[in-house]
């Protein structure tokens, strides 16, 4: 298996993906801290800071992001003897599948990882300014959680229907992200695959309204509610993520490459 995911690292290599993977979260980091660097971040400001950031994030990047690199490593191999190399490879069926979506995830693991951690170290580097990051590093969690079944999603898309379908539903998750960040998906969101990213890093967000001083806290949080969505976002994320990585997997080995195709 580490064969096999050496060789799907190596085809990366002239690729959009690696510099996509090492420009963008810095750059995004780089305009969230630019735009707050003009107010002193307060407690207070911490939230809008930290719903910003995410927001941006969970509703713009990841489901474009995904549609777009998934989409790509479908693309890849069909340009390439139309999937000939892939389908006459002589490794079994499940490790081609697993190692292609292993390679994706450790992508968009260290984009993820990488825009939170620019955030944070640029504004104790550059600010002086030591932000909540156990919230930021927990909302980043809740965020990935909640991006596995649109990975998986993407990928079997990519490779069923190609590159323009990949980035067609990136573009419409983009949409229903943005109305599952609204009061739109308050009763909808634990239904919705997109509002999954979105809707559990923004509940981390609430233990920043437990500011010095409080004697107790917010009734949010006291009252157990981010805990109780946060597991019912999670238990749905997850369960899809398993269905999917499965169903993916059996039809992987069937597959013959598209129609028409040959």
């Known amino acids: 298996m580490m064969a096999l995911l050496k060789s799907e690292w190596l085809k990366t290599k002239r690729t959009p993906l ?9 750059l995004y980091a780089t305009l969230i801290l630019w735009y707050f660097s003009r107010w002193d971040i307060t407690p207070e400001r911490q ?7 995410f927001k941006g994030w969970t509703i713009l990047v990841i489901p474009v992001g995904i549609g777009v690199a ?13 999937f000939r190399g892939l389908l006459g490879n002589h490794r079994p069926r499940s490790h081609l599948y697993f190692g292609k979506l292993i390679i994706l995830l450790l992508l968009f693991t260290a984009a993820t990882l990488a825009a939170t951690s620019s955030l944070i170290l640029g504004f104790q ?5 030591l932000i909540a990051w156990p919230v ?23 490779y069923a229907w190609g590159f323009g379908p990949s980035i067609g539903i990136g573009g419409l998750g983009l949409l229903i992200a943005a109305l599952m960040a609204t009061g739109i998906g308050d009763t909808l969101w634990t239904y919705i695959p997109w509002a999954w990213p979105v809707r559990l890093s923004l509940l981390a967000g609430a233990y920043l309204t437990y500011l010095p001083g409080m004697d107790v806290p917010p009734d949010v949080i006291a009252s157990g509610t981010i805990l109780r969505e946060t597991l019912k976002g999670v238990c749905a994320a997850s369960l899809t993520f ?21």
């Open 70 to 82: 998934a989409g790509y490593m479908g693309h890849q191999e069909e340009s390439a003897g139309v």
């Open 18 to 26: 690696r510099p996509l993977v090492a420009v963008l979260p810095l």
């Open 125 to 129: 580097l550059m600010m002086d300014v």
């Open 136 to 158: 930021f590093l927990m909302a980043t969690l809740m965020a990935w959680v909640g991006s596995l079944p649109l990975l998986t999603l993407h990928y079997w898309v990519g």
């Open 242 to 262: 398993f269905i999917l990585l499965l169903g993916g997997a059996k039809w992987f080995r069937r597959w013959e490459g598209r129609k028409g195709e040959f």
């Open 47 to 53: 939230l809008s800071l930290f719903m910003a950031f």
